[in-house]
């Protein structure tokens, strides 16, 4: 049975820093599995551990601290492409055999999805063969993990393993983003999967057994794909270097944009965050300029401490179910 679940979900486009939170709260102990629960290998989540730079596509980051990690029925995963991804983890010295467990349900991202999905112009993807996966998936033309002799080692029942015994205690970790969801974003510009809180639930724990939600955004909001997202200010190109934001995955310049608090705003509530990380005050400290729009206005501050308070005022507003308001200056915790 589960005795507790914690959701980490990202409130903007993807790359908010979700792999730093799962490293972080992974690493205390508190939890008996990690589960990844959307997504394929569009995700790149980066963690820094003890210096040493790694990135995770399809494994939850919660591997690099030796937890349990479970690749969930709502995720989608390339074998050849997962291979490369486990020798470099274990390149790394990260023990992955007998840690890493694939839900017999997860549908299989073949050569031809990827072929496919190079393709595309019009949306911008990450070319990884997401789309066309899940598009089989429901289409109930897809293979499944359950199918393939190569994982077969790695293959489990989620049921089984979640309620063999009374004790489990899990930590989700979502790939994308809330403005990236196929349903809560900008449609078509999104990605094929759920990428709220309520994605996770679909991964076979009852909605009751969520205890917090990690709600996680950026001091900045960035984008990658089609759409043009970036208005035409000098400072976003500083941004962009300072804040190192090129695409973990593919390498992409991300567009940069101020932040709109009503949009983190819908995202928190939708989720139920109780917890919300904002990473990178860091970044616009060190470039030296800071504003955010809210209610349609421009709001400007002088520094860090004056954005975080604005902040932290405007969630508790309108908010009640957060918490707690975390500002993370750090690349490897909260
Ligand atoms: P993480 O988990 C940022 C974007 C792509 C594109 C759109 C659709 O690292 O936050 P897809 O390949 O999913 O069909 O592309 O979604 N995208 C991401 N952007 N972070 C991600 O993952 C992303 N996964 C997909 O750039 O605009
Ligand atoms: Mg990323």
């Known amino acids: 049975m589960i005795k507790y679940a914690d959701v980490i979900v990202d409130l903007q486009a993807g790359d908010t820093g979700k792999g730093k939170v799962c490293n972080h709260l992974s690493n205390g102990g508190e939890y008996t599995h990690v589960i990844r629960y959307n997504g394929g290998g569009n995700a790149g989540h980066t963690i820094y551990k003890n210096g040493v730079k790694m990135v995770t596509h399809f494994i939850p980051s919660g591997i690099v601290n030796g937890v349990k990690s479970i690749i969930g029925p709502g995720c989608v995963v390339n074998v050849d492409k997962l291979v490369k991804e486990i020798n470099e983890l274990q390149f790394n010295g990260v023990e992955v055999m007998g840690n890493l467990f694939i839900d017999k349900r997860v549908h299989l991202i073949t050569d031809e999805h990827i072929v496919e999905d190079s393709k595309d112009t019009e949306i911008g993807t990450t070319k990884t063969g997401n789309g066309p996966c899940y598009r089989d998936k429901y289409y109930r033309k897809g293979v499944r993990a359950e199918n393939s002799n190569f994982l077969k080692e790695m293959v489990i029942d989620i049921y089984e393993e979640l309620y063999n015994n009374d004790d489990n205690k899990i930590l989700f970790e979502g790939a994308q983003g809330f403005e990236l969801d196929v349903d809560w974003g900008d449609y078509p510009y999104v990605t094929s999967s759920h990428c709220t809180v309520g994605s996770a639930v679909l991964n076979g724990v009852p909605p009751q057994s969520i205890r917090r939600v990690y709600g996680v955004c950026k001091a900045y909001n960035t984008y990658v794909g ?109």
């Open 226 to 334: 089609a759409k043009s997202f970036e208005k035409d200010e000098k400072v976003f190109e500083q941004i962009r270097e300072v804040g190192n934001e090129y695409g973990a995955t593919t390498g992409r310049k991300r567009q940069i944009a101020w932040n709109n608090l009503d949009d983190i705003i819908k995202a928190t509530r939708i989720n139920g965050v109780t917890h919300l990380v904002v990473n990178k005050i860091d970044v616009l400290e060190k470039v030296g300029k800071m504003k955010l729009f809210y209610k349609k206005q421009e709001v400007n501050f002088v520094d860090g401490d004056f954005y975080e308070l604005f902040f932290k005022n405007t969630i508790k507003q309108n908010c009640p179910l957060v918490r707690e308001v975390i500002f993370s200056r750090s690349a490897e915790k909260i």
